[in-house]
């Protein structure tokens, strides 16, 4: 299931989220993989990024969350995007 497409790629395994970066990465690993369109990359446990969001979404505003919410939902298709958009009450 992908998230984010684009220069930043988030999307999740079976066992793991992965975040992808391409151009905008700031761990400085060029050629993350060879012949890999994208500069940099991890994979992470769900658990840590689902401790993590709960984390972010609690130090953000109303505001922010708002601005996040609408970022986020530029994504049309992504099931992530679809579930956004239907926890709020719109058409997914």
Known sequence: MAYLRGKTYIW?????VHFWSRGEGRDYVDNWVRDCEFDSGVALPPRDVD????MRWAEMGKKRRKKAQAYAMRWHGNVGCDALKKS?????
Request: glycine share 14%; charged share 20%.
């Open 12 to 16: 999740r395994s079976e066992s793991h």
């Open 51 to 54: 401790a993590f969001v709960a």
């Open 88 to 92: 709020l009450g719109e058409p997914g």
